[in-house]
T-cell receptor
Framework: AQRVTQPEKLLSVFKGAPVELKCNYSYSGSPELFWYVQYSRQRLQLLLRHISRESIKGFTADLNKGETSFHLKKPFAQEEDSAMYYCALRIIYSGAGSYQLTFGKGTKLSVIP | DTAVSQTPKYLVTQMGNDKSIKCEQNLGHDTMYWYKQDSKKFLKIMFSYNNKELIINETVPNRFSPKSPDKAHLNLHINSLELGDSAVYFC????????????FGPGTRLTVT
């Protein structure tokens, strides 16, 4: 069965320091990975997906199939990055043309001013 | 102009009761989802409907029954509530069953005493 692991429950960094939120997955098929973010008092929302390979709000994430990882990185943390971050794996559900997301437990990022 | 709304936001009830949580989206999306987030913060898919048709049905006790009167609404009815049902329930929607981005509601915190 597929699984997403985020080993850190809480990550605290100082403003301006680099950030790396870890995500590892296990899945026998071709993975499609995402990062979702939930800011305080806001809804869970998509931050980025591995296929697009773009930088969103300064964050990037590279899919490493050899290490089965999809770590989220930002070179210089800002206070507004403080939020809950969830890594998610999308897989086909029962071949019915629909997909399901499997989420990790999430990592709370706290950026210290 | 709320995209995905859920009612109620908080629900406190006693064991054995029956309760419903409602979800509505005004995005014109075809597909809607119910997730459960337990105390350990695991966000797990429960059900998904596409244009009123059930397409994802994960291992959920049959005390949980989703109902989709139209594609803009997906309600969750829970019979004979148990302590272990205490969780935050999130509704989400996506444009189609194949869309990679899901839009989440604010969540409903259910507490069973």
């Amino acid at each position: 069965a597929q699984r997403v692991t985020q080993p850190e429950k809480l990550l605290s960094v100082f403003k301006g320091a680099p950030v790396e939120l870890k995500c590892n997955y296990s899945y026998s098929g071709s993975p499609e990975l995402f990062w979702y973010v939930q800011y305080s008092r806001q809804r869970l929302q998509l931050l980025l997906r591995h296929i697009s390979r773009e930088s969103i709000k300064g964050f990037t994430a590279d899919l490493n199939k050899g290490e089965t990882s999809f770590h989220l990185k930002k070179p210089f943390a800002q206070e507004e990055d403080s939020a809950m971050y969830y890594c998610a794996l999308r897989i086909i559900y029962s071949g019915a043309g629909s997909y399901q997301l499997t989420f990790g437990k999430g990592t709370k990022l706290s950026v210290i001013p | 102009d709320t995209a995905v709304s859920q009612t109620p936001k908080y629900l406190v009830t006693q064991m054995g009761n029956d309760k419903s949580i409602k979800c509505e989206q005004n995005l014109g999306h075809d597909t809607m989802y119910w997730y459960k987030q337990d105390s350990k913060k695991f966000l797990k898919i429960m059900f998904s409907y596409n244009n009123k048709e059930l397409i994802i049905n994960e291992t959920v006790p049959n005390r949980f029954s989703p109902k989709s009167p139209d594609k803009a609404h997906l309600n969750l009815h829970i019979n004979s509530l148990e302590l272990g049902d205490s969780a935050v329930y999130f509704c989400a929607s996506s444009l189609t069953r194949a869309s990679y981005e899901q839009y989440f509601g604010p969540g409903t915190r259910l507490t069973v005493t």
